[in-house]
């Protein structure tokens, strides 16, 4: 089970940080990833981070603005969201997957419930 926390109303330029806790005793297991869904619009790829912590993708529109960790300890993600802009409006949804590669793509395993982000002034 996955579950994501820390959304709400953010002014543009401001920053805000996701979490996500996962609910499993083999956490080091599983890739994490993050992706958004605005009103409308196809679920988009935001970041993901390996189980192995080599490898750390972003997406093109978040690049150099967003930021992914994981805790193993605390079985948690994040996502450090700075700069944001009306644009990074969405749902944003946490997941999970066994493979090292999941890729960019909705076809990881797992799936949390999503929580609002909102830029605005």
């Known amino acids: 089970q996955l579950q994501a926390s820390g959304g709400g109303l953010v002014q543009p330029g401001g920053s805000s940080r996701l979490s996500c806790a996962a609910s499993t005793r083999t956490f080091t297991g599983y890739s994490m990833g993050w992706f958004r869904q605005a009103p409308g619009k196809e679920r988009e790829f935001v970041a993901s981070?390996?189980?192995?912590?080599?490898?750390?993708y972003y997406g093109r529109s978040v690049k150099g603005r967003f930021t992914m960790s994981r805790d193993n300890a605390k079985n948690t993600v994040y996502l450090q969201m700075d700069s944001l802009k009306p644009e990074d409006t969405a749902v944003y949804y946490c997941a999970a997957d066994e493979r090292e590669r999941p890729g960019t793509t909705s076809s990881w395993v797992y799936w949390g419930q999503g929580t609002q982000v909102t830029v605005s002034s």
């Open positions: 981070i390996s189980r192995s912590e080599r490898l750390i």
